[in-house]
T-cell receptor, first 113, second 113 residues
Framework: ETGVTQSPTHLIKTRGQQVTLRCSSQSGHNTVSWYQQALGQGPQFIFQYYREEENGRGNFPPRFSGLQFPNYSSELNVNALELDDSALYLC????????????FGPGTRLTVL | SQQGEEDPQALSIQEGENATMNCSYKTSINNLQWYRQNSGRGLVHLILIRSNEREKHSGRLRVTLDTSKKSSSLLITASRAADTASYFCATDARETSGSRLTFGEGTQLTVNP
């Protein structure tokens, strides 16, 4: 157990809808990163939040957005869902040091019909 | 986009044998990390090796890093059926704005009892 929790575990949505995924970081961690993992592939970096500010973004469209709260928990919001958004969404928390490992949560499995 | 490429894509061995997985990457890195994933669940951090390190051990795991060849290997000795999982390498090219992990496609390891 990493101490990183995500909710919900599974989610089914239809195309065009909006979804919010949640992540609680490990105690003492101020950085949260979000990744998308399509079936059979490695995770891809979506964005990172550090002390409530976006701190880097991968190659994802603006309909993927996020928030980080003062307690360092985080949300990932996806608008106008597309079929290709079906994936496992992983969040990872870390400290801000140069060699801090990232601790991953169990993920949210999103299915878009 | 994926930076790393794992080799082989799939590996099947008998319990007690050693398993070696390789990873190649394209750009300069700050560190390289290996993760394990069971059946589409969250990622478990195995080991982190810094760019100025050549070899690191943790229990039955041995990781090497060759920055001149931009490659790394993960050796699992005396494998067990419980080692069956997908293994991913991830590079961290941290610069000024915090880390982001770039994952390979993974190696699916099956250890037969």
């Amino acid at each position: 157990e990493t101490g990183v929790t995500q909710s919900p575990t599974h989610l089914i949505k239809t195309r065009g809808q909006q979804v919010t995924l949640r992540c609680s970081s490990q105690s003492g961690h101020n950085t949260v990163s979000w990744y998308q993992q399509a079936l059979g592939q490695g995770p891809q970096f979506i964005f990172q939040y550090y002390r409530e500010e976006e701190n880097g973004r991968g190659n994802f469209p603006p309909r993927f957005s996020g928030l980080q709260f003062p307690n360092y928990s985080s949300e990932l919001n996806v608008n106008a869902l597309e079929l290709d958004d079906s994936a496992l969404y992983l969040c990872a928390s870390s400290g801000s040091g140069s060699y801090n490992e990232q601790f991953f949560g169990p993920g949210t499995r999103l299915t878009v019909l | 986009s994926q930076q790393g490429e794992e080799d082989p894509q799939a590996l099947s061995i008998q319990e007690g044998e050693n398993a070696t997985m390789n990873c190649s990457y394209k750009t300069s890195i700050n560190n390289l990390q290996w993760y394990r994933q069971n059946s589409g669940r969250g990622l478990v951090h195995l080991i982190l090796i810094r760019s100025n390190e050549r070899e690191k051990h943790s229990g039955r795991l041995r990781v090497t890093l060759d920055t001149s060849k931009k490659s790394s290997s993960l050796l699992i000795t005396a494998s067990r059926a419980a080692d069956t999982a997908s293994y991913f390498c991830a590079t961290d090219a941290r610069e000024t704005s915090g880390s982001r992990l770039t994952f390979g496609e993974g190696t699916q390891l099956t250890v037969n009892p």
